[in-house]
Protein backbone atom coordinates (compact mmCIF):
# COMPACT_ATOMS: atom_id res chain seq x y z
CA UNK A 1 0.00 0.00 0.00
CA UNK A 2 1.12 3.37 -0.85
CA UNK A 3 0.87 6.69 1.45
CA UNK A 4 0.86 10.22 0.15
CA UNK A 5 2.34 12.93 3.19
CA UNK A 6 2.47 16.81 2.68
CA UNK A 7 4.85 18.01 4.66
CA UNK A 8 5.02 21.92 5.07
CA UNK A 9 6.22 24.89 7.58
CA UNK A 10 9.83 24.27 6.52
CA UNK A 11 10.06 20.92 8.84
CA UNK A 12 13.95 19.96 9.49
CA UNK A 13 14.95 18.16 6.37
CA UNK A 14 16.63 15.18 8.63
CA UNK A 15 13.42 14.34 9.61
CA UNK A 16 11.62 14.39 5.83
CA UNK A 17 14.50 12.53 4.57
CA UNK A 18 13.28 9.52 7.31
CA UNK A 19 9.86 9.36 5.36
CA UNK A 20 11.33 10.02 1.98
CA UNK A 21 13.08 6.56 2.78
CA UNK A 22 10.07 4.63 3.14
CA UNK A 23 9.38 2.92 -0.29
CA UNK A 24 5.55 3.06 0.46
CA UNK A 25 5.24 6.75 0.86
CA UNK A 26 4.89 9.93 -1.66
CA UNK A 27 6.46 12.46 -0.13
CA UNK A 28 5.31 16.01 -1.13
CA UNK A 29 7.07 18.71 0.36
CA UNK A 30 5.45 22.42 0.26
CA UNK A 31 5.65 25.93 1.82
CA UNK A 32 3.35 27.23 3.94
CA UNK A 33 -0.04 26.91 1.87
CA UNK A 34 -2.80 29.56 1.67
CA UNK A 35 -6.21 27.65 3.11
CA UNK A 36 -8.00 27.76 0.15
CA UNK A 37 -4.95 25.68 -1.78
CA UNK A 38 -4.30 23.83 1.22
CA UNK A 39 -8.34 22.68 0.94
CA UNK A 40 -7.73 21.90 -2.64
CA UNK A 41 -4.90 19.74 -1.90
CA UNK A 42 -5.64 18.08 1.43
CA UNK A 43 -8.26 15.93 -0.24
CA UNK A 44 -5.13 13.66 -1.48
CA UNK A 45 -2.99 12.91 1.38
CA UNK A 46 -2.52 10.52 3.89
CA UNK A 47 -0.54 12.54 6.44
CA UNK A 48 0.74 15.91 6.95
CA UNK A 49 3.32 17.55 9.17
CA UNK A 50 4.17 20.70 9.42
CA UNK A 51 4.84 22.97 12.13
CA UNK A 52 2.35 26.22 13.43
CA UNK A 53 2.54 28.43 11.06
CA UNK A 54 -0.23 26.04 9.08
CA UNK A 55 -3.95 25.80 10.60
CA UNK A 56 -5.30 22.40 10.67
CA UNK A 57 -9.09 23.76 10.92
CA UNK A 58 -12.37 21.43 11.02
CA UNK A 59 -12.67 22.18 7.54
CA UNK A 60 -9.55 21.17 6.69
CA UNK A 61 -10.08 17.81 8.46
CA UNK A 62 -13.76 17.09 7.11
CA UNK A 63 -12.17 17.98 3.80
CA UNK A 64 -9.35 15.35 4.31
CA UNK A 65 -11.33 12.45 3.61
CA UNK A 66 -8.19 10.11 3.48
CA UNK A 67 -6.31 11.95 6.17
CA UNK A 68 -4.57 9.50 8.83
CA UNK A 69 -2.70 11.26 10.72
CA UNK A 70 -1.54 15.01 11.65
CA UNK A 71 2.13 15.21 12.78
CA UNK A 72 2.90 18.62 14.60
CA UNK A 73 6.92 18.88 14.56
CA UNK A 74 7.01 21.15 17.98
CA UNK A 75 4.45 20.84 21.20
CA UNK A 76 1.54 23.30 21.22
CA UNK A 77 -1.44 21.90 18.84
CA UNK A 78 -3.24 24.98 19.18
CA UNK A 79 -3.48 25.15 15.44
CA UNK A 80 -5.18 21.81 15.48
CA UNK A 81 -9.18 21.34 15.42
CA UNK A 82 -8.11 18.69 18.08
CA UNK A 83 -11.67 18.01 18.61
CA UNK A 84 -12.95 17.18 14.85
CA UNK A 85 -9.85 15.51 14.16
CA UNK A 86 -10.73 13.19 17.35
CA UNK A 87 -13.95 13.03 15.76
CA UNK A 88 -12.77 12.21 12.14
CA UNK A 89 -10.45 9.25 13.70
CA UNK A 90 -7.21 11.65 12.52
CA UNK A 91 -4.54 11.08 15.10
CA UNK A 92 -2.71 14.42 15.97
CA UNK A 93 1.08 13.51 17.14
CA UNK A 94 3.68 16.09 17.98
CA UNK A 95 7.18 16.21 19.65
CA UNK A 96 6.79 17.31 23.20
CA UNK A 97 10.78 16.50 24.22
CA UNK A 98 12.72 17.93 21.29
CA UNK A 99 12.44 21.18 22.21
CA UNK A 100 12.90 20.82 25.93
CA UNK A 101 16.52 22.07 26.45
CA UNK A 102 16.08 24.88 23.82
CA UNK A 103 13.38 26.14 26.10
CA UNK A 104 15.29 25.75 29.40
CA UNK A 105 18.44 27.28 28.29
CA UNK A 106 16.02 30.65 26.43
CA UNK A 107 14.33 31.02 30.19
CA UNK A 108 17.65 31.72 31.54
CA UNK A 109 19.06 33.66 28.95
CA UNK A 110 15.84 35.77 29.19
CA UNK A 111 15.64 36.36 32.34
CA UNK A 112 19.72 36.73 32.95
CA UNK A 113 19.03 39.22 30.20
CA UNK A 114 16.44 41.18 32.15
CA UNK A 115 17.75 41.54 35.29
CA UNK A 116 21.40 42.43 34.06
CA UNK A 117 19.53 44.75 32.06
CA UNK A 118 21.54 43.12 28.74
CA UNK A 119 19.33 44.77 26.05
CA UNK A 120 19.73 48.11 27.10
CA UNK A 121 23.38 48.06 27.85
CA UNK A 122 23.78 46.75 24.06
CA UNK A 123 22.08 49.02 22.45
CA UNK A 124 24.00 52.14 24.49
CA UNK A 125 27.23 50.87 22.79
CA UNK A 126 25.80 50.37 19.97
CA UNK A 127 25.09 54.06 20.11
CA UNK A 128 28.89 54.69 20.97
CA UNK A 129 28.02 55.17 24.40
CA UNK A 130 29.26 53.78 27.97
CA UNK A 131 26.81 54.29 30.36
CA UNK A 132 28.23 51.49 32.73
CA UNK A 133 26.80 53.31 35.88
CA UNK A 134 23.44 52.97 34.67
CA UNK A 135 23.41 49.19 34.78
CA UNK A 136 23.15 48.09 37.96
CA UNK A 137 21.65 44.42 37.68
CA UNK A 138 20.54 41.79 40.04
CA UNK A 139 21.81 37.85 40.43
CA UNK A 140 20.10 34.71 40.62
CA UNK A 141 21.88 33.31 43.02
CA UNK A 142 19.32 33.39 46.57
CA UNK A 143 15.80 34.17 44.50
CA UNK A 144 13.14 31.50 44.81
CA UNK A 145 12.00 30.40 41.42
CA UNK A 146 8.57 28.74 41.31
CA UNK A 147 7.42 27.16 38.61
CA UNK A 148 3.80 25.97 37.66
CA UNK A 149 4.17 22.69 36.08
CA UNK A 150 6.83 20.49 36.37
CA UNK A 151 6.46 18.35 33.36
CA UNK A 152 9.63 18.18 30.58
CA UNK A 153 10.32 21.61 30.49
CA UNK A 154 9.66 22.44 34.20
CA UNK A 155 11.87 20.25 35.08
CA UNK A 156 14.54 20.98 32.86
CA UNK A 157 14.11 24.74 34.36
CA UNK A 158 14.31 23.46 37.74
CA UNK A 159 17.41 21.63 36.85
CA UNK A 160 19.71 24.28 35.93
CA UNK A 161 18.24 26.43 38.62
CA UNK A 162 19.79 24.59 41.17
CA UNK A 163 23.19 25.75 39.58
CA UNK A 164 22.82 28.79 39.55
CA UNK A 165 21.87 28.44 43.55
CA UNK A 166 18.25 29.18 42.98
CA UNK A 167 15.88 27.92 45.79
CA UNK A 168 13.49 26.02 43.59
CA UNK A 169 9.32 25.47 44.30
CA UNK A 170 6.81 24.12 42.39
CA UNK A 171 2.95 23.45 41.82
CA UNK A 172 1.65 20.61 40.01
CA UNK A 173 -1.20 18.71 41.35
CA UNK A 174 -0.78 16.33 38.29
CA UNK A 175 3.02 14.99 39.02
CA UNK A 176 3.56 12.70 41.87
CA UNK A 177 6.06 13.29 44.72
CA UNK A 178 8.73 10.84 43.38
CA UNK A 179 9.25 13.69 40.68
CA UNK A 180 9.24 16.53 42.42
CA UNK A 181 11.79 14.61 45.23
CA UNK A 182 14.23 13.33 42.40
CA UNK A 183 14.57 16.71 40.83
CA UNK A 184 15.09 18.20 44.40
CA UNK A 185 12.25 20.45 44.14
CA UNK A 186 9.45 21.69 46.85
CA UNK A 187 6.34 21.03 46.04
CA UNK A 188 3.97 23.91 46.85
CA UNK A 189 0.61 22.89 48.21
CA UNK A 190 -1.17 25.47 45.90
CA UNK A 191 -1.01 28.05 43.42
CA UNK A 192 -1.36 30.82 46.04
CA UNK A 193 1.21 29.41 47.97
CA UNK A 194 3.75 28.89 45.70
CA UNK A 195 3.34 32.74 44.07
CA UNK A 196 3.18 34.01 47.84
CA UNK A 197 7.09 33.00 48.02
CA UNK A 198 8.22 34.01 44.29
CA UNK A 199 11.21 35.64 43.63
CA UNK A 200 10.75 34.14 39.42
CA UNK A 201 7.60 32.79 38.45
CA UNK A 202 7.76 31.24 35.32
CA UNK A 203 4.90 28.29 33.67
CA UNK A 204 5.13 25.93 31.77
CA UNK A 205 1.09 24.17 31.21
CA UNK A 206 -0.45 23.47 28.53
CA UNK A 207 -3.07 26.24 27.27
CA UNK A 208 -6.24 24.63 28.15
CA UNK A 209 -9.89 25.82 29.90
CA UNK A 210 -7.86 25.00 33.17
CA UNK A 211 -4.79 27.04 32.60
CA UNK A 212 -6.28 30.62 30.23
CA UNK A 213 -6.06 33.26 32.26
CA UNK A 214 -4.67 31.23 35.37
CA UNK A 215 -1.68 34.19 36.27
CA UNK A 216 -3.97 36.98 35.90
CA UNK A 217 -4.23 40.28 38.16
CA UNK A 218 -5.08 38.59 41.32
CA UNK A 219 -2.60 36.29 41.43
CA UNK A 220 0.16 38.92 40.17
CA UNK A 221 -0.67 41.51 42.77
CA UNK A 222 0.28 38.16 44.98
CA UNK A 223 3.36 38.30 44.26
CA UNK A 224 6.51 39.65 46.41
CA UNK A 225 7.41 43.44 44.90
CA UNK A 226 10.05 43.27 42.56
CA UNK A 227 9.58 39.98 41.45
CA UNK A 228 9.94 38.74 37.42
CA UNK A 229 6.80 36.91 35.60
CA UNK A 230 7.80 34.83 32.94
CA UNK A 231 5.61 33.01 29.78
CA UNK A 232 7.54 30.74 27.05
CA UNK A 233 4.58 28.10 27.40
CA UNK A 234 1.78 29.65 25.41
CA UNK A 235 0.35 33.38 24.96
CA UNK A 236 -2.64 33.76 26.95
CA UNK A 237 -1.99 31.40 30.84
CA UNK A 238 -0.51 34.64 32.00
CA UNK A 239 -3.05 37.43 31.34
CA UNK A 240 -1.41 40.09 29.22
CA UNK A 241 -3.81 43.13 30.34
CA UNK A 242 -3.15 41.84 33.81
CA UNK A 243 0.43 41.81 33.30
CA UNK A 244 0.48 45.43 31.77
CA UNK A 245 -0.79 46.82 34.67
CA UNK A 246 1.14 45.06 37.23
CA UNK A 247 4.57 46.63 34.99
CA UNK A 248 3.46 50.06 34.51
CA UNK A 249 2.36 50.02 38.24
CA UNK A 250 5.89 49.07 39.65
CA UNK A 251 4.23 45.91 41.36
CA UNK A 252 6.59 43.77 39.27
CA UNK A 253 10.47 44.06 38.72
CA UNK A 254 10.27 43.36 34.90
CA UNK A 255 8.72 40.33 32.78
CA UNK A 256 9.85 38.00 29.73
CA UNK A 257 7.12 37.00 27.06
CA UNK A 258 8.19 34.50 24.35
CA UNK A 259 4.38 33.50 23.34
CA UNK A 260 1.43 35.78 23.18
CA UNK A 261 -2.31 35.75 23.31
CA UNK A 262 -2.43 36.69 19.42
CA UNK A 263 0.62 36.21 17.25
CA UNK A 264 2.74 37.93 15.56
CA UNK A 265 2.40 40.56 17.86
CA UNK A 266 0.98 43.62 16.44
CA UNK A 267 2.79 46.40 15.57
CA UNK A 268 1.10 48.94 17.68
CA UNK A 269 0.84 46.37 20.85
CA UNK A 270 1.14 48.33 23.94
CA UNK A 271 3.40 45.72 25.48
CA UNK A 272 5.89 47.00 23.39
CA UNK A 273 6.24 49.80 25.06
CA UNK A 274 5.69 48.67 28.37
CA UNK A 275 8.43 49.33 31.04
CA UNK A 276 10.62 46.37 32.00
CA UNK A 277 9.07 43.65 29.53
CA UNK A 278 11.35 41.85 27.54
CA UNK A 279 9.84 40.56 24.33
CA UNK A 280 11.26 37.58 21.96
CA UNK A 281 9.00 36.77 18.87
CA UNK A 282 8.16 32.68 20.05
CA UNK A 283 11.88 31.69 20.05
CA UNK A 284 11.42 28.87 22.30
CA UNK A 285 11.90 26.04 20.25
CA UNK A 286 14.46 27.95 17.27
CA UNK A 287 17.38 25.89 17.77
CA UNK A 288 19.05 24.42 15.03
CA UNK A 289 19.01 21.73 17.32
CA UNK A 290 15.71 21.50 18.95
CA UNK A 291 14.32 21.60 14.68
CA UNK A 292 16.16 18.65 14.48
CA UNK A 293 15.13 16.96 17.08
CA UNK A 294 11.36 17.57 16.96
CA UNK A 295 11.25 16.89 12.95
CA UNK A 296 12.63 13.04 13.86
CA UNK A 297 10.74 12.99 16.60
CA UNK A 298 7.59 13.50 14.92
CA UNK A 299 8.41 11.94 11.21
CA UNK A 300 9.27 9.09 12.75
CA UNK A 301 5.66 8.81 14.84
CA UNK A 302 3.75 9.72 11.91
CA UNK A 303 5.72 6.99 9.49
CA UNK A 304 4.61 3.96 12.33
CA UNK A 305 1.57 5.07 12.29
CA UNK A 306 0.91 5.28 9.04
CA UNK A 307 3.06 1.74 8.73
CA UNK A 308 2.29 -0.18 11.88
CA UNK A 309 -1.01 1.64 13.29
CA UNK A 310 1.54 2.46 16.69
CA UNK A 311 -0.56 5.23 17.70
CA UNK A 312 1.24 5.18 21.05
CA UNK A 313 2.63 8.93 20.05
CA UNK A 314 -0.82 10.19 19.48
CA UNK A 315 -1.90 12.89 22.12
CA UNK A 316 -5.83 11.65 21.34
CA UNK A 317 -5.81 8.17 21.58
CA UNK A 318 -6.50 7.09 24.63
CA UNK A 319 -4.29 8.10 27.85
CA UNK A 320 -1.46 5.65 28.97
CA UNK A 321 -0.65 3.92 26.16
CA UNK A 322 2.95 2.94 27.73
CA UNK A 323 4.43 -0.52 25.95
CA UNK A 324 2.08 0.18 22.88
CA UNK A 325 3.60 -3.22 21.18
CA UNK A 326 3.30 -4.93 23.94
CA UNK A 327 -0.53 -4.30 24.50
CA UNK A 328 -1.40 -5.08 21.00
CA UNK A 329 -2.61 -8.92 22.12
CA UNK A 330 -5.02 -7.38 24.98
CA UNK A 331 -6.19 -4.37 23.11
CA UNK A 332 -7.37 -7.12 20.07
CA UNK A 333 -8.82 -9.73 23.01
CA UNK A 334 -11.30 -6.50 24.38
CA UNK A 335 -11.96 -5.62 20.94
CA UNK A 336 -13.40 -8.87 19.74
CA UNK A 337 -14.64 -9.62 23.44
CA UNK A 338 -17.12 -6.89 22.86
CA UNK A 339 -17.96 -7.52 19.20
CA UNK A 340 -19.13 -10.84 20.43
CA UNK A 341 -20.82 -9.16 23.41
CA UNK A 342 -22.78 -7.14 20.85
CA UNK A 343 -23.75 -10.50 18.08
CA UNK A 344 -24.99 -12.21 20.82
CA UNK A 345 -27.12 -10.02 22.68
CA UNK A 346 -28.49 -8.66 19.03
CA UNK A 347 -29.33 -12.09 18.62
CA UNK A 348 -31.28 -12.14 22.06
CA UNK A 349 -33.01 -9.14 21.05
CA UNK A 350 -31.22 -6.08 22.28
CA UNK A 351 -31.41 -2.97 20.34
CA UNK A 352 -29.55 -0.78 22.24
CA UNK A 353 -26.70 -1.33 24.35
CA UNK A 354 -26.69 1.58 27.41
CA UNK A 355 -23.43 0.66 28.97
CA UNK A 356 -19.85 -0.57 28.13
CA UNK A 357 -17.75 -1.70 31.48
CA UNK A 358 -14.05 -3.17 31.03
CA UNK A 359 -12.59 -4.96 33.54
CA UNK A 360 -8.57 -5.55 33.23
CA UNK A 361 -5.91 -7.58 35.84
CA UNK A 362 -3.38 -5.27 37.51
CA UNK A 363 -0.81 -6.40 34.64
CA UNK A 364 -3.06 -4.55 32.16
CA UNK A 365 -3.72 -1.50 34.10
CA UNK A 366 -1.21 0.90 32.47
CA UNK A 367 -3.10 0.44 29.30
CA UNK A 368 -6.79 0.87 30.34
CA UNK A 369 -7.35 3.89 28.41
CA UNK A 370 -6.49 2.00 24.66
CA UNK A 371 -7.96 -0.90 25.80
CA UNK A 372 -11.43 0.85 26.52
CA UNK A 373 -11.21 2.58 23.04
CA UNK A 374 -10.39 -1.11 21.65
CA UNK A 375 -13.79 -2.14 23.53
CA UNK A 376 -15.64 0.68 22.19
CA UNK A 377 -14.46 0.17 18.82
CA UNK A 378 -15.34 -3.61 18.99
CA UNK A 379 -19.10 -2.83 20.19
CA UNK A 380 -19.28 -0.30 17.61
CA UNK A 381 -17.80 -2.34 14.51
CA UNK A 382 -21.14 -2.87 11.94
CA UNK A 383 -23.36 -1.02 13.92
CA UNK A 384 -22.33 2.58 12.83
CA UNK A 385 -21.80 3.73 9.16
CA UNK A 386 -18.39 4.87 9.10
CA UNK A 387 -15.06 3.33 7.55
CA UNK A 388 -13.11 5.61 10.01
CA UNK A 389 -14.17 3.77 13.48
CA UNK A 390 -10.56 3.27 15.23
CA UNK A 391 -9.21 4.18 18.47
CA UNK A 392 -8.86 7.28 18.04
CA UNK A 393 -12.62 7.93 18.02
CA UNK A 394 -14.16 5.00 19.23
CA UNK A 395 -14.87 6.44 22.39
CA UNK A 396 -16.34 9.80 21.60
CA UNK A 397 -18.57 8.06 18.76
CA UNK A 398 -19.65 6.02 21.68
CA UNK A 399 -20.33 8.08 24.37
CA UNK A 400 -22.58 10.36 21.25
CA UNK A 401 -24.38 7.63 21.42
CA UNK A 402 -25.35 7.93 24.62
CA UNK A 403 -23.21 5.02 26.14
CA UNK A 404 -21.53 4.54 28.95
CA UNK A 405 -17.81 3.59 29.37
CA UNK A 406 -16.24 2.57 32.58
CA UNK A 407 -12.84 0.91 33.27
CA UNK A 408 -11.85 -0.59 36.36
CA UNK A 409 -8.89 -2.68 37.66
CA UNK A 410 -9.34 -5.84 39.15
CA UNK A 411 -7.40 -9.00 40.93
CA UNK A 412 -10.33 -11.28 40.32
CA UNK A 413 -9.96 -11.95 36.75
CA UNK A 414 -8.26 -15.61 37.51
CA UNK A 415 -5.31 -15.26 34.83
CA UNK A 416 -2.08 -12.65 34.43
CA UNK A 417 -2.98 -10.32 31.51
CA UNK A 418 -7.03 -10.83 30.75
CA UNK A 419 -9.97 -8.91 30.76
CA UNK A 420 -13.46 -8.77 30.73
CA UNK A 421 -16.06 -6.71 28.30
CA UNK A 422 -19.60 -6.31 30.00
CA UNK A 423 -21.98 -5.14 28.02
CA UNK A 424 -25.76 -4.36 28.99
CA UNK A 425 -28.84 -2.10 28.47
CA UNK A 426 -32.74 -2.47 30.19
CA UNK A 427 -32.54 -6.08 31.36
CA UNK A 428 -30.03 -7.51 29.50
CA UNK A 429 -26.00 -7.89 29.74
CA UNK A 430 -23.66 -10.43 28.63
CA UNK A 431 -19.58 -10.16 29.73
CA UNK A 432 -17.31 -11.82 27.87
CA UNK A 433 -13.52 -12.48 29.16
CA UNK A 434 -10.10 -13.29 27.48
CA UNK A 435 -6.49 -13.13 28.04
CA UNK A 436 -3.24 -11.78 26.09
CA UNK A 437 -0.35 -13.78 28.15
CA UNK A 438 3.31 -13.11 27.12
CA UNK A 439 4.28 -15.08 24.43
CA UNK A 440 0.86 -17.12 23.30
CA UNK A 441 -2.20 -16.18 21.04
CA UNK A 442 -5.00 -13.89 22.35
CA UNK A 443 -7.90 -16.41 23.59
CA UNK A 444 -11.48 -15.33 24.98
CA UNK A 445 -11.83 -17.47 27.77
CA UNK A 446 -15.42 -17.37 28.98
CA UNK A 447 -19.01 -15.94 27.28
CA UNK A 448 -21.56 -15.29 30.02
CA UNK A 449 -21.34 -18.43 32.20
CA UNK A 450 -19.44 -20.68 29.74
CA UNK A 451 -15.61 -21.05 30.32
CA UNK A 452 -14.43 -21.21 26.89
CA UNK A 453 -10.88 -21.68 25.16
CA UNK A 454 -10.76 -20.18 21.66
CA UNK A 455 -8.70 -17.97 19.45
CA UNK A 456 -10.77 -15.47 18.03
CA UNK A 457 -9.69 -14.95 14.29
CA UNK A 458 -11.74 -14.11 11.02
CA UNK A 459 -15.21 -15.43 12.25
CA UNK A 460 -15.98 -16.72 15.44
CA UNK A 461 -19.75 -18.82 15.84
CA UNK A 462 -21.36 -18.60 19.10
CA UNK A 463 -24.22 -21.65 19.56
CA UNK A 464 -26.43 -22.27 22.49
CA UNK A 465 -27.38 -25.73 22.83
CA UNK A 466 -28.91 -28.67 24.80
CA UNK A 467 -26.13 -30.96 25.88
CA UNK A 468 -27.28 -33.67 24.07
CA UNK A 469 -25.25 -36.35 22.25
CA UNK A 470 -24.55 -35.64 18.63
CA UNK A 471 -25.43 -32.42 18.63
CA UNK A 472 -21.60 -31.53 17.63
CA UNK A 473 -21.38 -33.63 14.92
CA UNK A 474 -24.48 -32.33 13.14
CA UNK A 475 -23.23 -28.74 13.57
CA UNK A 476 -19.98 -30.05 11.85
CA UNK A 477 -22.45 -31.57 8.91
CA UNK A 478 -24.07 -28.39 8.33
CA UNK A 479 -20.58 -26.18 8.24
CA UNK A 480 -18.96 -28.96 6.09
CA UNK A 481 -21.80 -29.23 3.80
CA UNK A 482 -21.52 -25.45 3.34
CA UNK A 483 -18.02 -25.17 3.08
CA UNK A 484 -17.34 -23.70 6.36
CA UNK A 485 -13.37 -24.72 7.47
CA UNK A 486 -14.01 -25.29 11.33
CA UNK A 487 -10.21 -23.94 12.85
CA UNK A 488 -11.41 -24.61 16.75
CA UNK A 489 -14.01 -25.96 18.20
CA UNK A 490 -14.65 -25.96 22.16
CA UNK A 491 -17.79 -27.16 23.65
CA UNK A 492 -18.91 -25.54 27.15
CA UNK A 493 -21.50 -26.89 29.16
CA UNK A 494 -22.71 -26.24 33.12
CA UNK A 495 -23.82 -29.26 33.88
CA UNK A 496 -24.36 -32.74 32.23
CA UNK A 497 -27.77 -32.74 30.20
CA UNK A 498 -28.11 -29.22 30.52
CA UNK A 499 -27.58 -25.67 28.77
CA UNK A 500 -24.46 -26.00 26.69
CA UNK A 501 -22.43 -23.27 24.67
CA UNK A 502 -20.01 -23.55 21.39
CA UNK A 503 -17.16 -21.45 20.38
CA UNK A 504 -16.48 -22.12 16.86
CA UNK A 505 -13.75 -20.19 15.52
CA UNK A 506 -14.21 -20.77 11.67
CA UNK A 507 -11.91 -19.42 8.36
CA UNK A 508 -13.55 -17.23 5.87
CA UNK A 509 -16.83 -15.58 6.03
CA UNK A 510 -20.30 -17.17 7.05
CA UNK A 511 -23.64 -16.90 5.61
CA UNK A 512 -26.62 -15.85 7.01
CA UNK A 513 -28.38 -19.13 5.20
CA UNK A 514 -25.90 -20.95 7.24
CA UNK A 515 -26.93 -19.87 10.52
CA UNK A 516 -30.77 -20.04 9.44
CA UNK A 517 -29.54 -24.28 9.16
CA UNK A 518 -28.03 -24.34 12.07
CA UNK A 519 -30.93 -22.78 14.04
CA UNK A 520 -32.98 -25.20 11.88
CA UNK A 521 -30.94 -28.17 14.10
CA UNK A 522 -33.29 -29.80 16.51
CA UNK A 523 -31.01 -28.86 19.67
CA UNK A 524 -29.46 -25.80 18.64
CA UNK A 525 -31.34 -22.84 20.20
CA UNK A 526 -29.52 -19.62 18.92
CA UNK A 527 -26.46 -18.90 16.60
CA UNK A 528 -24.75 -15.79 16.59
CA UNK A 529 -22.05 -15.03 13.42
CA UNK A 530 -19.34 -12.35 14.31
CA UNK A 531 -16.97 -11.60 12.11
CA UNK A 532 -13.98 -9.61 12.67
CA UNK A 533 -12.50 -6.85 11.18
CA UNK A 534 -9.01 -6.63 10.30
CA UNK A 535 -6.70 -4.29 11.81
Given at each position: ?170 YDPYIADARFTAL ?71 AVLDVFTVEPLAE ?160 QQLAVAGSAPEGS ?95
Amino acid sequence: MTYRVLVTDDVDPEGVALLVAEPQFIVDEVPTLPKDELLRRIVDYDAIVGRSATRISADVLQRATKLRVVGRAGVGVDNIALDVATSLGVAIINAPAGNTVAVAELFFGAVIGLLRQLPQAAQTMTAGRWDRALYLGRELKGKTLGIVGLGRIGGEVATRAHAFGMQVVAYDPYIADARFTALRVRRAPSLDALIAETNVLTVHVPLTDETRGMIGKRELARLPSRSVAVNMARGGIIDETALLFALESDQLRGAVLDVFTVEPLAEDHPMRLAPNLLLTPHLGASTVEAQRNVARDVCIAVRDALLHNDLSRSINVAAGSEGWAELQPAMLVARRAAAVARAVLADQGMRTVRRLALRVSPELAHGSGPLLAAAAAGLLEGVIETDRLNLINARSLAEARGIELTVGESSELGTRRSLEVELSGGMQQLAVAGSAPEGSVARLTRIGSFHVDVNPKQTLLILTNKDVPGVIGRVGTVLGERGVNIAEYHQARLAQGGDALAAISVDGTVEEATRRALLELPDVVSASIVHFRAD
